[in-house]
C-alpha cells in the first residue's frame, strides 16, 4: 500500500519535471512540508525557479495559488483584505473584499523585505489558519500552506524575520545552484522556441488531505523518536557550538518531517536516514551558533552536522 504512494509522488515529480529542471531536493522538500500542513521557508538566490516550483506543484496538486510580492510599502490589509462600500438597490453597506491571503499555496515572495507590522499579519493566517479583519475573522479553506521566500544577499532595507516567527515556518530549505548539465537543459529549454507545458492535475485536495492524515499514522521505533531527542537536547547543551537551542516545536516537526519523507521514498516506516536528512531543514532556522563556532568559520549547517555525528 506504500508503494502505491510513492508512484503518486513520482509521478507529481515527473509532471513537475516538464516545466523545472533539478531542484529535486527543493521540491522533495517543499512537498513534505505540504505533507505536514506546514509552511516553510525557501532561502536561495535570484533566478533560481523558487517562484515558478512553487507555482509548478500548486498547478499539478490542482490548489488554488497565489502570490504577495513583499516590499517596505507593503500593509497589512493588502495581504488580509479590507472592507470596501458598496451600493445595492440606493443602500450603502460594507462588503468584505477578500485579500490574496485566501488561496490553498501563498507564497510570500522576499518575506524580509516587508515591515514587521505585514509580516505579522502572516502569521495568524499560518497558525490559525484564519485571518482577522476588523471584528470579523475568517476560517481559511484547507488545505492552506504560506511558502515564504528570501534572498540571503541583499540585507540592506530587509526586516530579518524574529526566531519566533521563523519557528513557525516547519522547513528552512536551500536552493541551490543547478549543475552544467542541468543548466545546459534549462537554457536549451527557455533560450529556444517556448513551447507551453500543459500539465495534468495529479491530486485533489481531498487526496491531498488524505495524504496528510497518511503521514501521522506512520509507524517510528522508540529508539529512532528517542535519537530526535537527543539530537534536539544535544542543540541546547552543546554550549561549545550553539548560543541557543531549538524548542520542543522542532522535536514534533522532526518526527513529523521523518515519517512524510518516509512515506514519500516508499518506506512503512521511519529510518534513522530520514531523521538525518530532515535535521538540516527542520534546525537550520531554530538554532544561533556561539561566537566560537562562527569564529572557526563553522556554518549552522557544519553544527548540525557535528551534532548528528555525536548523537546516537
Known sequence: MVKSYKV??????KEVGKVIVGQEELLEQVMISIMCDSNALLEGYPGLAKTLAVRTLSEVLDLKF???QNTPDLMPSD????YIITEKSGKRDFEFQPGPIFANIVLADEINRATPKSQSALLEAMQEKQVTVGNSTYK???PFFVLATQNPIEQEGTYPLPEAQADRFLLKIKAGYPTPEQEL???DKYAEVLVEQKLKKLLSKAQLIHLQQITRQMPIANDVKRKVINLIN???????IMQYGASPRASIGLILASKARALLKGRNHVSSEDVSMMAYPILRHRVILNFE???KGMSVDDAIGELLKRTK
Open 140 to 142: 481559511l479553506d484547507p
Open 185 to 187: 537543459k534549462i537554457v
Open 293 to 295: 563556532a562562527e569564529r
Open 66 to 68: 497565489s502570490r504577495i
Open 79 to 82: 495581504i488580509t483584505g479590507t
Open 8 to 13: 503518486v509522488f513520482d509521478t507529481v515529480f
Open 234 to 240: 544535544a542543540t541546547r547543551t552543546r554550549k561549545e
